[in-house]
């Protein structure tokens, strides 16, 4: 593996400075460049490599080598395009130039998921010629914003991508030193929901105290989605087996970046309220700024309402719930609309079996005898509920290339090099033990 590193670092690099932000149209070229350069490498590692595209979408890479007679196939799955970088004043470094400090490599992708894509990349170089496994590696260009052609990429090259074992490589590891299995994820469950009160924006002074305005209204809607303790107060959600782990406080507040005297939100353990229990949080207000304010009753107001909903419950069945709450408790009896729906499926799965037990093993020799752990995650990967959709009979290991401070998705997103390296290596020795499983089915 010490061979290989270099250049897959060099590879990461250039990865990274390419910026694919596929929510942005004016960079869908950039998003192409990409998908371009990550079919390069993997045909310069003797794959057969093509760029695939359905129309109003945006390209993949798919990858492929057979397999040796009587060995199982590998679906080796990253994603090359990344979120936006936000403003560029909180990032410390350029976003789309890799910079080392301190152990880590930053940069916007640089872990989330272009790291994915390189440690498929190390594993693939560190067997060379000698692949003890079929390999078919997938490279998807939406994940950030909705993964809106997958479905149709996958039912298009379904034969393709039929695989014995699926590796998700888009997830974190437990902590700097422990590697781990991702067994379960929450689901998506989130609208915009547009309040109205008024025909038009009139005088506070003249009608304040009677004509109820928007932003009062939304506020106090919005206000009973949680009880007194932070808990989600909308009924009918499902909550998920309690998972045995610990999560101390004084991590989750530094990980998290929770200012001293902030209480924490909900009851029952961290993991829980993290993993097996519903969220919801208001990512986004439609209201008049600040900065361009008049003493005006608003007649409009929005709110985008992300929900992340338990592994057992069903997107669509929990978002009707959310929007029966709010209907039931709207204001003044203020009229709500909803749009934009933003709906994923969760993920669980019974990690049992041979298929889990060579990824265990590999964990364990590439972090020197440590033994990994299984966890959850809060955050939702809609499109594994889709894979395992298709190809039921795959075993499905989701994996990480994260740790708790890398910071996906916000400004100095960075990857702990000496993880990434273990993470290439825990790869490079799964793929040679799983050649060596004679039964790769998921457990019944």
């Not at 993997?42 to 794959?47: D, H, V, Y």
């Not at 350029?94 to 998921?113: C, K, V």
């Not at 932003?215 to 309690?242: C, E």
């Amino acid at each position: 593996m010490a061979a290989v590193l270099p250049s897959v670092r060099a590879a990461l690099e250039d990865l990274v400075r390419i910026p694919s932000v596929g929510a942005n149209p004016a960079r869908h070229d950039d998003v192409r460049r990409s998908a371009e350069a990550t079919a390069t490498l993997f045909r310069e590692a003797g794959l057969d490599t093509e760029v695939v595209e359905v129309e109003g979408g945006l390209p993949a890479v798919i990858a492929h080598k057979p397999a040796p007679e009587g060995k199982p196939t590998v679906l080796l799955y990253a994603h090359h395009d990344v979120q936006p970088e936000g403003d560029r004043a909180d990032w410390d470094t350029e976003p789309f130039e890799p910079t080392e400090r301190d152990g880590r490599l930053y940069g916007r992708g640089a872990a989330d998921d272009k790291a994915g894509i390189a440690a498929h990349l190390a594993a693939i170089r560190a067997h060379g010629d000698n692949l003890p496994v079929g390999v078919t590696v997938f490279v998807e260009g939406e994940e950030e914003h909705g993964s809106q052609s997958l479905p149709a990429i996958l039912e298009r090259h379904r034969d393709l991508l039929a695989s014995d074992v699926i590796v998700i490589a888009d997830s974190a590891n437990w902590d700097i030193g422990v590697p781990s299995l991702t067994t379960s994820l929450r689901g998506l469950a989130g609208c915009v929901v547009e309040l109205r009160t008024l025909h038009h924006g009139v005088h506070s002074g003249m009608w304040g105290g009677v004509a109820p305005d928007a932003l009062t209204s939304l506020i106090r809607l919005l206000a009973t989605l949680h009880d007194a303790d932070g808990n989600v107060a909308v009924q009918g959600l499902v909550t998920g087996a309690v998972a045995d782990l610990r999560y101390p406080e004084d991590r989750l507040r530094s990980e998290a970046g929770i200012l001293d005297g902030v209480e924490l939100m909900g009851t029952g353990s961290v993991v829980e309220r993290l993993w097996t229990k519903p969220a919801i949080s208001i990512v986004a207000l439609d209201a008049t700024r600040v900065a361009d304010a008049s003493n005006t009753l608003l007649p409009v107001a929005r709110a985008k309402i992300s929900m992340r909903i338990a592994p057992g419950d069903d997107s669509r069945t929990a978002l009707g719930r959310l929007q029966e709450h709010l209907l039931a408790h709207a204001p003044f009896g203020a009229q709500l609309n909803f749009s934009d729906d933003d709906l994923g499926e969760p993920f669980a799965v019974d990690a049992r079996g041979p298929v889990f037990d060579a990824a265990r093993a590999a964990f364990r020799e590439a972090w020197d005898d440590t033994e990994p752990v299984d966890i959850g995650v809060g955050g939702s990967i809609p499109f594994i509920a889709q894979f395992a959709e298709m190809f039921p009979q795959a075993a499905i290991l989701v994996t990480g290339v994260e740790d708790p401070d890398t910071r996906a998705h916000g400004a100095n997103e960075g990857l702990h090099l000496a993880e990434f390296e273990r993470v290439c290596l825990a790869e490079a020795l799964l793929l040679l033990k799983l050649a060596d499983v004679s039964a790769v089915s998921s457990p019944e």
